[in-house]
């Protein structure tokens, strides 16, 4: 079953065409994970054994201090901060909110005040300090600590005070997305955390799977940007390969196929949105296989073809279908793209033996007489036809119900055996409307979100960080957003393919189209909170429209390959342009202001 599923993958690409698609990949992959996030952060922890635990921090000198740094780690707590020169007079008291937008990031507190000494008091227990640092007037570099001593006596395990200071060299004086968490990552990130050392998890709004593949990251590489980040870039290169595999099999040629897979490389949402430590690109990831698969299952004809050989990729539709569920729920909104795309299969086979009954029974047609009919092939039909649905069937109800509901709960079970959990069917439905309840009864406002219909005319991006503490000059950005190349081009072709088909009869890309349309057609019902990104699981799909579309007007309409050739030039020089937006990469504001001026009120 293995090998067939890599054949399958990997059969229809020519030898020739392994240079082509692996330099493509691999461009894309330097590209992807260049400056992905740090690989060093804090790792141990203080943690207070209750309210008003805190310590004492003596420095070699005394200083006056411009900044104090803090890293939390999971939990959420109050903290004041005092300052002495002689360990008996305090003054300068701030207050820290620790609170859940602020984990696993350095937060910066600006100070003014000489002193040897700082007292740190916390107001509750629920707070891990994984890393402080002080910072003297006009340097970089963490004051020298001389001692550290708890105001409880507490010198073993977590409540040592030592654990706040014991990683300097790990700390950051101006921090940003390449040392801490930004955007959702305080969500997922900190729940893959969770759900690696056993902790009842915060975010409970998604299924576990996507936040399960992000603790792999960080079991392989550390609680760090690059541990939780790294899964989910692998699967936005993954993806490049695997589209080129399905143009490849849609459109027969390797040219079209490689289109397809460089716009996927070069589309700004795809590059944004995987190099983000959040759950959408596992959902989309299996949501292109599991189409993929169904593609191949829409192809084939279980009278022409041993059973066994349909079975296949039902079966890796399915799986994926139900890790893509386990994932994201907006894999089920496919799944009824899927069901439908299953039943038209079968209601084709059942045309096929309704026409051979009819044959057999009356006698072929006048209009038939002068094709070679055969016989024996439709007695045949009329003959498994009732076997070999009820058998898809009762198969498909394993692929597709069985195994993925399977899947599903399962992925809860590092939930539901963390401390103070219950592992149980009554605690597993419970979450399950929790969930329902949150994406249904929501009520929030962003200034960045945007509507359904907004999505594909990138009328809203998305702001997901801006750099601060930067020389004056400079600027540092990431945005969620679509190439608009791709985007505004995609419109046009989804509802020209639409047409195409249509007149056609093109049933590979009746399967675009539904995989498209199921995907985005339910949020027109959904009220709550909305924003760009959403449109991302769209994408692999409106670019296999795009190449459906630059196939027909070459093939049949003539069409000046030089023009279309631009037209990729125009893709790649618009990704060029706005990398730094969509990178966080450090460039002066005049850059922003010259080359991005079109662009630049949607982005800042």
Known sequence: MFRKFFLGLLVVI??????????????????????????????????????????????????????????????ENKFRVEFSTD????????????????????????????????????????????????????????????????????????????????????????????????FDEIYHARTAYEY?????????????????LISVGILLFGMDPFGWRIIGTLLGIAMIPILYVFARRLFGKQEYAFA???????????????????????????????????????????YLVPLKQTLVPLFWSGLFFGLGAASKWIAIYGGAGLALLFFLSLFERYREYHKAAIWLKNGIPKSKHKQAVNTDAQRKIVTTFPQLSLKTIAWCTLFFVIIPVILYA????????????????????????????????????????????????????????????????????????????????????VITSAFLAFKRKDRGMFVVLVAFASQYLPWIFVKRLTFIYHFFAMVPFLILCLVYVIQYGIEYRKWNKQLVYAYFAVVFLLFVMFYPALSGMEVSRHYVDTCLR????WLF
């Not at 790792?43 to 420095?59: H, I, K, L, M």
């Not at 006596?153 to 790990?170: V, Y």
């Not at 690696?196 to 399960?212: N, S």
């Open 196 to 212: 690696v050392h056993g902790i009842k998890p915060y975010e409970t709004t998604h299924p576990p799977l996507g936040k399960l």
């Open 87 to 182: 360990n008996t007079h305090w003054s300068n008291p701030i207050t820290i909110d620790q609170n859940y937008v602020k984990n696993f990031t350095w937060n910066v507190t600006n100070l003014d005040v000489t002193a040897k000494f700082a007292r740190l008091t916390t107001e509750n227990a629920g707070l891990m300090l994984q890393e402080m640092a002080f910072y003297p007037t006009g340097s970089d570099k963490p004051v020298p600590i001389q001692s550290v001593i708890s105001n409880k006596g507490a010198t073993e395990g977590i409540q040592n005070p030592i654990r706040a200071f014991d990683e300097q060299d790990k700390a950051v004086y101006t921090p940003g997305f390449m040392n801490g968490t930004y």
């Open 410 to 493: 399962a992925s809860f079970l590092p939930a539901l055996m963390a401390h103070g959990e219950t592992l149980s069917f009554k605690r597993l439905i419970q979450y399950q409307t929790s969930m329902y309840d949150y994406q249904t009864q929501l009520k929030a406002t962003h200034p960045f979100s945007s509507e359904w219909y907004q999505w594909p005319f990138i009328t809203r991006p998305l702001w997901y960080y801006a750099g601060q503490f930067l020389p004056t000059g400079l600027t540092s950005t990431i945005v969620a957003m679509g190439n608009p190349a791709i985007w505004w081009t995609g419109i046009a072709a």
């Open 260 to 302: 397809a897979a460089f716009l996927m490389t070069f589309d700004f949402m795809h590059f944004t949105q995987t190099r983000i430590a959040t759950i959408d690109v596992y959902g989309v990831f299996f949501i292109i296989l599991m189409y993929y698969f169904m593609y191949r299952y829409y192809m084939l004809n279980f």
């Open 598 to 601: 079109w662009f630049s009120t």
């Open 14 to 75: 020519r030898r020739k065409e392994w240079l082509l698609l692996g330099g493509l990949t691999l461009a894309y992959a330097m590209i992807a994970l260049y400056h992905l996030g740090s690989s060093s952060a804090p790792q141990s922890y203080w943690q207070p054994a209750s309210a008003g635990d805190g310590f004492t921090v003596e420095f070699n000198d005394t200083l006056k201090l411009e900044r104090m740094n803090s890293y939390g780690g999971v939990g």
